[in-house]
């Protein structure tokens, strides 16, 4: 994932989705504790989709959580 969220989807948006979205890119940075292997490496791939860099395992959740 390159670059920074709220600049990619440029003046689209207004203020109120903007400050959404820095809430939602906290949570994005996050790590997760991966429900397989118990470290603190789920990372998010995509919408809905994560992923633990430890044991490779890929995880279906919420857009923006685990
Ligand atoms: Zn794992």
Do not use: H
């Amino acid at each position: 994932m390159a670059g920074d969220p709220t600049k990619r989807l440029g003046t689209r948006y207004g203020r109120t989705i903007r400050r959404k979205l820095a809430k939602i890119e906290i949570k994005q940075k996050a790590s997760y504790v991966c429900p397989s292997c118990r470290k603190k490496a789920v990372k998010r791939l995509a919408v809905g989709i994560w992923q633990c860099k430890k044991c490779n395992k890929k995880f279906a959740g919420k857009a923006y959580e685990l």
